[in-house]
């Protein structure tokens, strides 16, 4: 199996963990997503949804900032998009400490977790693939500097 569908299929794997785990909280926090009003993960098929769209879009990002941009500026991009991950992390980890959202039972806590460390995950791979690709080099530019080229 090549690389890229083994990380698709590792990435559906973790998306449908991800969607279980947040579909699936205690008594309180069924109690707290229907208060709060949070319809996209009330049950298993929306938050499958929301999560599969969320990875899909910033798959879909990186996968563009790859392609269409110079080296510099991706690595600029996924050191950004990162650093977003990370930070939402930290926001969730000082959120779900509080004892309102302690309570919502542990699988619905990992599952808030795992949506920004899946990100994260996402964009540290493109970051060091980006960074292990070497960028092709314009021969015309090197002939003229090293002075053998002439027209």
């Given at each position: ?79 950004l998009l990162t650093a977003v991950a990370v930070f939402w992390f ?57 002075g053998s080229g002439g027209v």
């Open positions: 199996m090549n690389r890229k569908w083994s990380s698709l299929l590792l990435l559906l794997v973790l998306s449908v963990t991800d969607a279980y785990l947040l579909a699936h909280p205690n008594l309180i926090g069924k109690i707290g997503v229907l208060v709060y009003k949070h319809h996209y993960i009330r049950n298993f098929p929306r938050a499958l949804l929301t999560v599969v769209i969320v990875v899909g879009i910033s798959l879909a990002v990186c996968e563009l900032v790859y392609r269409l941009t110079r080296k510099k500026t991706a690595i600029f991009s996924y050191l930290m926001y969730v980890f000082v959120t779900f400490s509080s004892f309102s959202y302690r309570i919502t039972g542990k699988a619905f806590i990992y599952g808030a977790h795992l949506l920004p460390v899946i990100l994260a995950g996402l964009n540290l791979r493109y970051l060091f693939k980006r960074i292990l690709v070497q960028e092709p080099v314009n021969e015309s530019l090197t002939d003229e500097k090293s």
